[in-house]
DNA sequence: CTCCGTCTTGATCGATCGATCAACTGGAGG
DNA sequence: CCTCCAGTTGATCGATCGATCAAGACGGAG
């Protein structure tokens, strides 16, 4: 059975042709989770913001909510990666290019009112131990985040042991920043982070 | 035997404690909402935890669970900042004082399988823009936290704005840190920030 | 046209949520 | 002895949770 038949109109890309209800799921679930976490978003909330209706939602992931979280986070994982590929990609110094990413967090952070930050951040803390799956879905996509930091330290002439374990502290500062400057409604957390990460990173080789 | 069935703890000295139900209800809510945040902490789970029945809480509680919560948060602070004075005090330099904060951090989580870490991070994040009352207790505890670090910085020679936004930093990767190790089962990433924040504080004088 | 699989609809389910309340207990003070 | 009341108990409340399901709309194939 090579089943998976698709309109070919809806799979084709991600982007582009206005978004089908699966897709809108998708979307709606992955802004809320990045708000306000797993058990606070509730299934009705997801269908008003997505405009779907209940059996919209189990037709396409018959697991339910928790399925179409761990979508969701996937689905803003990339979101993430993209804003971490441009402000690694804007400068050609490693140092300058971490602070990049800091910076480009704490605009996102102030332009919406400290809503929009990392996607999985909230969801991953409460669901430890509670969801295998979603949890699973967050692991990865720290991981995936790390490597990109990884990447461009190796690119800067860094040892990959040395790379790899930078771009972890890197990571985990944008993170806990973002948690200080959201809590407090402050974007210096953000911006004293792009500051020492730069000076770790030159420090580092 | 029948002596003294009540702890001496009875004496009122002005604002002492008793360690009767109402800390009974505090310490169970801090450990649940350190572990799983908010809204994945039920009252019955609550009650069940800390022997007490529904009309306890809100006899002590008005407010309910909300009122519960945020006091429960001030009370994991406390706790949290005696972890951190306890590492700063171990070391004369402050960049060895902060790699001990962090190497604390490291070994309560895993000697707790990544349970036990910051006891606000979880809740502060999906509570944000939900409930003032919350929020505000997680940032008095971040900024509690903060000025103790910062203290430590500037006894170590720092002037006072560069402690302070130093500070806010090792705060920052001490709490993503932590997310790091909670999510992946790991405690490397929190020894990394131990040896980069200690390279970080280096460069900083 | 009919047939059939894909997708949508919303009423409804049992479970559980946080909260309320009247009844009760036991020790302190008169 | 009695009253008084801080503290405790658990049944019960309405609301809401995530999930289910029968019914039907829609469009392509025959």
Redesign the interface.
């Known amino acids: 059975m090579e089943a998976t038949q698709r309109p070919a109109a809806e799979q084709a890309e991600g982007a582009g042709e206005r978004d089908g209800t699966r897709a809108r799921l998708v979307k709606a679930t992955a802004m809320l989770l990045q708000?306000?976490?797993?058990?606070?978003t509730t299934v009705k909330q997801i269908l008003k913001e997505a405009g779907a209706a209940y059996g919209s939602l189990y037709h396409f992931f018959p697991q339910g909510k928790e399925e179409l979280a761990a979508e969701a986070l996937r689905f803003g994982a990339d979101d993430f990666a993209d804003l971490l590929r441009r402000g690694l990609a804007a400068a050609d110094d490693p140092a300058d290019a971490v602070a990049n990413c800091a910076l480009s967090m704490a605009d996102a952070l102030r332009t919406s009112a400290?809503?929009d930050g990392c996607p999985v951040?909230?969801t991953?803390?409460?669901i430890?131990?509670?969801s295998p799956l979603i949890?699973r879905a967050?692991?990865e996509a720290?991981?995936q985040w790390r490597e990109l930091i990884a990447a461009k330290l190796r690119d800067g002439g860094l040892p990959r042991d040395t790379a790899a374990?930078?771009a972890?502290?890197v990571?985990?500062?944008?993170?806990?920043?973002e948690?200080?400057s959201?809590?407090?409604g402050d974007d210096?957390?953000m911006r004293?982070?792009a500051?020492?990460?730069a000076?770790?990173v030159?420090?580092?080789r």
Chains 1, 2 share one sequence.
């Open positions: 708000r306000q976490g797993y058990e606070a400290w809503l951040a909230a991953a803390l409460e430890i131990d509670r949890q967050s692991d720290l991981r374990a930078l972890c502290t990571l985990s500062t944008l993170e806990g920043a948690l200080l959201r809590v407090s210096s957390p004293f982070a500051e020492h990460l000076t770790l030159r420090a580092s």
